[in-house]
């Protein structure tokens, strides 16, 4: 493993949340998939994405993916990597050029960026991330790389509402032991997830100074991808690099 560099007072963190279009692929992946798993054509996968790089405008080997398990692991990287990092929902960096990716269709993207230390990382945070602490191991690592929480400031992009998340209310009941801002309800009264309010709550509580969000449901949105809507679907991604 190669020395981390430090941090350039020219290089400033860079946020980016995809959607659905502008791709290559045929539906139901319709059209800027960049999720490499979910059955869509290789060859259409691989076109999205170099257009994202070329878009960014970094090479293609600069993107750096997970395959995401919906677990707490978290990597940090300093260089380019081949292939997807096994069994990662959260990857951090100080590498100015590396485009942290986070696939996402309804689960919440959270982009975190210390401008100060020139720590930056994508986590994927999903019911059982929340649940399990990816948010608190992927500011852990941040903090080993020097940044301060509150340093930090978070995107928590597009993901399905609490509104249309309705979940059993023994589910609800075990992510609100860990965030308990995430227990709502629909619009009909039964128990639901709101994982962007769990979220914020849990960086809120860790002391990250400052919490955006993109109101976008990936539900109610078609211009982003649902596996909760349509099952079989496309992923956006968020991202976030030291440019």
Excluded: I, K
Aim: proline share 7%.
């Amino acid at each position: 493993m190669s020395s981390l560099p430090a941090a350039s007072p020219a290089v400033r963190p860079r946020r980016v949340v995809t959607d659905r279009r502008g791709g290559r692929s045929s539906a139901p992946y319709d059209t800027f998939n960049l999720g490499d798993h979910v059955g869509d054509d290789p060859a259409d996968v691989a076109a999205n994405r170099a257009r994202l790089a070329a878009e960014l405008g970094v090479p293609g080997e600069h993107l750096v993916w997970m395959q995401q398990v919906h677990g707490t692991g978290v990597a940090v990287v300093d260089g380019p990597v081949t292939g997807a990092l096994p069994a990662t929902d959260a990857v951090v960096t100080r590498t100015p050029g590396l485009v942290l990716c986070v696939l996402v269709a309804d689960c919440v993207p959270v982009l975190l960026a210390d401008a100060a230390a020139g720590v930056v990382a994508a986590v994927h945070a999903g019911r059982e991330g929340v649940r399990t602490g990816v948010v608190p191991a992927a500011l852990a690592a941040m903090r080993r790389l020097g940044s301060r929480p509150a340093d930090v400031t978070a995107l928590l992009g597009p993901a399905v509402c609490g509104a249309c998340y309705e979940v059993p209310r023994a589910m609800q009941a075990e992510v609100a032991r860990v965030a308990p801002a995430a227990a709502v309800r629909t619009r009909r009264g039964t128990p639901a997830l709101d994982l962007r309010a769990g979220v914020a709550e849990l960086l809120g509580a860790a002391g990250v100074g400052q919490v955006v969000h993109d109101p976008r449901c990936t539900v109610e949105d078609r211009r982003l991808f649902s596996h909760r809507s349509d099952d079989v679907t496309g992923r956006q991604a968020g991202v976030v690099w030291l440019g």
